[in-house]
């Protein structure tokens, strides 16, 4: 029974079966737990009661939680902050509530139970307005603690079958660097279980689990080590250096394993992650350049796999989640590799390859009947016990992880009888070899300026490769910045915020957007805002202002700056005028198509970079503001401008006087509807 346990476990990270329900929980609807479902573990799956904020009050049973949201935390939807509602304080302090109603059949009475919660975060657990149970600890910034979970849990046990209440008030952990609270699918998770079922098959096999993680991570990095030393002692030998490093990230992977078993500082989930993305990467590093350096006849695809290898540790950086997808494939293409290059080294009779690749592919091999075997005994096609027995799982696994290494050994011990026998026969072949020792050391010396040659064009290739980097870079720097703004920070690392006394300010929001949002769905609304966004970043291309950001449905952008322009205004209102006819346009030919509002004001403000990381230009000031109260006083398919706008453009643009318009913080203000451009408008 252990040893199947033990070999789920192993294997759970290949194989995730996962069942969503989406019920909702309540006092009158509350979900009952059969004795069956507890002796295995039930989690709780349905849509909870969920409140943000913090009263004493919402740990009672009595307590109306009528008005309550339902939230699905185990459902692959993360809850946005805006979305849920921020209550009061910083997200930092937040405190959440969750309630959940259940009930057990009359089989699981006064039966030892427990709840198994894992976290991130602090909470504590009230079950009938009685705390049971503190995992972490809910305070200020400097006495709060976030732990993931009680190695052993609080026992109870209910006498009757009525509904029970289980409220869970929660603290969510906050990253340092972002910011963000995390209410994803793994921020909590709880499951009702029989108590001995949580210390037999839980507690007993992490036990058993660290033994054999550690008598894995033991024997792996000790191979690893010998190995690393032949390779020090001879170099020629790369694939010790290949093997050596495979069976380190093996070590680690176990080591790491191990470790997110005993995790429970949430704060420490991003470095076991980073490491283990480190250790699969390496993995299939060291597997791919030993099979090549064996079995490989030209070492551009080393080269090629080493190179993409480095692009995902890169992309590590920017995208941790784009990482590890690719990290996926490179891994699988790897295996399929090395299998390849294997199947047909045997082919050709080589003499290494019966011996390295027939432990490696019984490798491979019992890996894929391991995973079928778990997909078969999930489903409950067959019974793994029943069919091999008991023992089967572990000799599976003990010929898994010995295999590999074994065959490598086999291939070490023949090379080694092979150079034995080859330095016999080269003693005999001493006295002639004599002779030619002057040409030898002319080939010798060739060969030195052969590889000063390729380290030459390797370094060329490489310095090629950092010109082509650095030119994305400057691209991508460039579509994020003003090219004077980039090119003062390249100079000068930072830029300062500058004031600009004479600009124009563009702002436009889509009628509506809320509601054609809920009728259009949010995919094809997404297609909408990228269609109608990319032609305005070229009418504002075309017009000469500087697109500042999007917020939502919104666009900013400026005209007289970085580089004075006497005729902002009257370009800005240009580039107005042709977004209306954009829209205009649209419509006729696309009926989800989305009308306009825009509004204009000129004056002074001022502009810089916020931030020093994911930083991003923005413009700050009255004018801003002014320009983003003239948006919202628009009407649908119109511009608004201010006076001061007005003043500069009415020599060249048609307007209509609107009045006098109170606006919300700013009193009363003329307003004009902007037209169209005069005939014979001229710009001196």
């Not at 913090?54 to 009528?66: L, R, T, V």
């Not at 109870?156 to 009525?162: C, L, V």
């Amino acid at each position: 029974m252990r040893k199947n346990l033990l070999f789920k476990f192993l294997f759970s990270t290949l194989v995730v079966f996962q069942t969503f329900s989406f019920a909702q929980n309540s006092f009158e609807k509350p979900r009952l737990f059969t004795e069956k479902e507890i002796k295995s573990g039930a989690k709780i799956e349905e849509e909870s009661k969920f409140y943000i904020g913090d009263n004493p009050a919402f740990g009672s049973p009595k307590f109306d939680d009528s008005s309550w949201k339902h939230v699905n935390f185990n459902s692959k939807k993360v809850y946005s902050w805006k979305k849920l509602g921020s209550g009061k304080g910083s997200k930092e302090d937040q405190i959440y509530w969750v309630r959940y109603y259940f009930k057990i059949d009359s089989a699981s009475l006064n039966e030892s139970l427990c709840f198994d919660i894992t976290q991130l975060g602090a909470s504590e657990i009230y079950l009938n307005g009685k705390k049971i149970q503190s995992i972490g600890k809910i305070g200020n910034t400097k006495s709060r603690e976030y732990k993931m979970k009680e190695k052993i849990p609080t026992i109870f046990s209910f006498s009757n079958t009525d509904v029970n209440v289980l409220a869970l008030r929660f603290l969510p952990f906050v990253s340092n660097k972002k910011k963000t609270v995390n209410l994803s699918p793994f921020a909590i998770s709880v499951e009702l279980v029989s108590a001995n079922t949580f210390i037999k098959n839980k507690v007993e096999l992490w036990k058993e689990f660290n033994f054999y993680s550690m008598l894995i991570c033991g024997i792996f990095g000790a191979l690893g080590f010998i190995h690393l030393l032949l390779f020090v002692f001879y170099r020629k030998a790369i694939y010790n250096l290949y093997f050596s490093t495979y069976n380190f990230s093996i070590s680690l992977m176990s080591y790491l394993i191990l470790l997110f078993s005993e995790i429970t500082d949430p704060s420490i989930l991003d470095t076991y992650t980073f490491l283990s993305f480190l250790a699969m990467m390496v993995f299939g590093i060291s597997l791919t350049g030993f099979v090549n350096t064996l079995f490989g006849r030209t070492k551009k695809r080393l080269k090629v796999m080493l190179i993409i290898s480095a692009f995902i540790f890169i992309l590590y950086y920017f995208s941790a989640t784009s990482a590890a997808s690719l990290a996926f494939f490179y891994l699988a293409f790897v295996a399929f590799e090395s299998f390849y290059l294997i199947v047909r080294a045997m082919i050709r009779r080589e003499k290494s390859a019966f011996i390295v690749g027939g432990g490696v592919l019984v490798f491979f091999l019992f890996i894929v009947m391991s995973i079928l075997f778990m997909f078969l005994n999930k489903t409950n096609t067959i019974d793994i016990n029943k069919v091999f027995g008991d023992d089967f799982i572990g000799y599976v696994l003990i010929f898994i992880f010995i295999s590999f290494p074994v065959s490598i050994s086999a291939y070490l011990a023949w090379q080694f009888a092979s150079t034995n026998l080859s330095l016999v026969k080269q003693l005999d072949e001493v006295n002639r070899l004599s002779d030619i020792n002057l040409k030898q050391e002319q080939e010798k010396q060739q060969i030195l300026q052969n590889q000063n040659d390729l380290l030459e064009k390797q370094v060329d290739e490489r310095t090629f490769e950092l010109q082509k980097e650095k030119h994305k870079t400057e691209n991508l720097l460039l579509n994020i910045l003003p090219h004077e703004v980039a090119e003062e920070l390249k100079e000068n690392g930072s830029s300062e915020a500058k004031y600009y006394d004479e600009v124009t300010v563009l702002f436009t929001d889509f009628v509506n957007f809320t509601q054609s949002s809920e009728k259009m769905g949010a995919e094809k609304m997404l297609v909408e805002l990228n269609e109608c966004f990319t032609a305005f970043d070229m009418i504002m291309e075309k017009h000469g202002l500087e697109k500042i950001k999007t917020i939502g449905d919104a666009y900013l952008a400026v005209c007289g700056l970085p580089l004075k322009n006497e005729c902002h205004a009257y370009q800005t209102t240009l580039a107005a005028l042709d977004i209306i006819e954009f829209i205009e346009e649209r419509k006729k030919s696309n009926p989800n198509a989305l009308d306009i509002r825009i509004g204009i004001n000129s004056g002074s403000l001022i502009a810089g970079i916020v931030g020093v990381k994911k930083f991003a230009y923005d413009i700050w000031g009255d004018t801003v503001n002014t320009a983003a109260r003239m948006e919202q006083n628009s009407e649908k398919g119109k511009i608004n401008i201010s006076e001061s706008t007005y003043q500069l453009v009415k020599e060249n643009i048609n307007c209509e006087y609107r009045g006098k318009i109170h606006t919300k913080g700013k009193g009363d203000m003329d307003m004009y509807f902007a037209l169209e451009t005069k005939k014979d408008d001229k710009i001196s």
